[in-house]
Each structure stands twice: as structure tokens, then as C-alpha cells.
């Protein structure tokens, strides 16, 4: 199990209600990226059929979550905004060992494992603080989401890679982040 190190303060939300707009569109930024990926990770790993499937299948459920975010924004009468640059994403892309490949493929499932259980740490956080309504169902349901996908990436790891070589790298990737994230000022954005 994947359980994060640094626990987000209160103040995270204080920062995403100062300016909930900028958040949603940080937000459809995310799911974008992530469809993305899986899909550069399919492309990659062609020779490795359950890799390619779990992120064909990945990549469209996070285009479907862009899709609802985007619903949401112009719902709110709000642009997708234009791209921005991720602060803990780019620190948590420097993580990734590019010297081999299969180290870093490696690196890649387990970085983009913590980078969902980061997602499903705040978006549980976010529906817990949210009034009933379809906001709070829509969160709710992307925190169960994350915690899904959290889990396929370290499956597909373990599947791929000695299951003691991926935990001890793990273990070194889970303190990493939990620097960066602790490090990282609080903003109207996912991270
Ligand atoms: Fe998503
Ligand atoms: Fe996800």
C-alpha cells in the first residue's frame, strides 16, 4: 500500500475557495495531463500488452474527467484557461531516472502512483468540505477514482519489476514527495 507522508493542511482549502475558478481550471489542466501520459506510456512500453491496455483504458477515463471539468467550467461561464506551468509536477518529473529505460519506467508508475494519491488526498479532502450537492458527488466520485488509479500503477509496476525492487524504490519516492509538496506555497490549484 502507498500511504503519503506529508498530510495537507486545512489551508490548502482556504487557498482553492479564495479562487474556485482558477482552481477548476488548474483542476481540467490535471485530468488533461494525465490522459496525456498514459497515453505517451502506452506508446512507449508497446511490447508490454497489460501496460499498453491499463493505460488505453486510463487515458480515456481521464479524458472523461476533462470532459466534466470542462462541463463545470462552462456551466460557471468560465475558459479552460491557458496552459500554466505545475511547480510539484515539473520537481516531480526531475524524480524520474532517464539513464535506462526500465528504471525509468519504473520511476514513471510509481511517481504517477504518488501523484494520485496526492490527487485523492485533496479531492477527499475537498468533497469532505463541500455541501451536499453535485459538486461534492463529483469529487467524491474522483477520490474514488484516484485511489483506483493509484492502485493500477503500482499493480502494473509489480506486474513488470521485482515487487522488492518496487517497494524499496518506493519507499525513497514517497519521502521525495512529501518534500516537494510540503515545500510547495498553497494556491487556488491541485498542487
Ligand atoms: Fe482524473
Ligand atoms: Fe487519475
Redesign the pocket.
Known amino acids: 500500500m502507498l500511504d503519503l507522508r506529508y498530510q495537507t493542511p486545512d489551508g490548502w482549502l482556504t487557498a482553492i475557495r479564495a479562487d474556485f475558478d482558477a482552481f477548476l481550471q488548474d483542476h481540467a489542466a490535471n485530468e488533461r495531463k494525465?490522459s496525456a501520459a498514459a497515453i505517451r506510456l502506452a506508446v512507449h512500453h508497446w511490447d508490454l500488452p497489460e501496460l499498453v491496455e491499463a493505460m488505453i483504458g486510463l487515458a480515456a477515463e481521464?479524458m472523461e474527467?476533462f470532459q466534466r471539468v470542462y462541463r463545470i467550467l462552462r456551466e460557471r461561464g468560465v475558459a479552460l484557461g491557458q496552459d500554466a506551468p505545475d511547480p510539484y509536477m515539473s520537481k516531480m518529473h526531475s524524480l524520474l531516472r532517464k539513464e535506462s529505460t526500465m528504471d525509468f519506467l519504473l520511476d514513471r508508475l510509481l511517481v504517477f502512483s504518488l501523484v494520485?494519491a496526492r490527487?485523492c488526498e485533496r479531492f477527499g479532502m475537498l468533497a469532505d468540505s463541500l455541501e451536499p450537492g453535485v459538486l461534492k458527488d463529483f469529487y467524491a466520485d474522483l477520490t474514488g477514482?484516484?485511489a483506483r488509479?493509484r492502485g493500477l500503477f503500482l499493480r502494473v509496476a509489480r506486474d513488470v519489476f521485482d515487487p522488492a525492487a518496487v517497494a524499496r524504490r518506493l519507499d525513497g519516492l514517497i519521502d521525495a514527495e512529501a518534500k516537494i509538496v510540503a515545500a510547495l506555497p498553497l494556491r487556488a490549484a491541485l498542487h
Open positions: 494525465a481521464e474527467h494520485e490527487g477514482a484516484e488509479h
